[in-house]
């Protein structure tokens, strides 16, 4: 739980051209998940903008496969693809791959680190040309 940085996603129609992403995520007393990105369209001078979902695992034995349900009518499935044992970063992806994020507790990654994940996610099926990293405020 806590705030997750945007390293790097595919870029779709609603987190295109964002800056100084962050997932946050609270675990709530029924077991499902708060999720708010917060994000600034375009520059870090754009106001900060926010969306709610609501989550939770969808499958408990291994904790890697979600559910997260957007304005309280849109569902989507997510996978936890790979996660550091100490939880400094996390991958997360969809089934169809046309979606993925680098996620990480700090605002960057060591390069050399954002390619070894890379590596993974092609080995995935994922074209890891497709990944754009979003800018952090330093």
Not at 74 to 80: F, H, Q, W
Not at 123 to 137: E, L, M, N
Request: with cysteine; net charge positive; proline share 7%.
């Amino acid at each position: 739980m806590g705030d997750w940085y945007v390293i790097a996603n595919i870029p779709y129609f609603a987190e295109a051209g964002c800056v100084a992403s962050v997932e946050t995520y609270a675990l709530r007393p029924d077991g499902r998940i708060d999720n708010w990105f917060t994000y600034r369209k375009g520059s870090f001078d754009a106001p900060v903008k926010q969306m709610r979902a609501l989550a939770w695992v969808h499958n408990p034995q291994t904790q890697a496969e979600w559910r997260v349900r957007f304005f309280g009518l849109i569902k989507a499935s997510y996978l936890v693809l790979d996660l550091d044992p100490d939880y400094h970063w996390a991958v997360v992806g969809h089934p169809s791959r046309r979606y993925g994020w680098v996620l990480a507790r700090s605002k960057t990654l060591p390069e050399r680190q954002y390619r070894q994940i890379l590596r993974r996610l092609s080995d995935q099926g994922y074209d890891p040309a497709r990944f754009v990293k979003v800018p952090q405020q330093p």
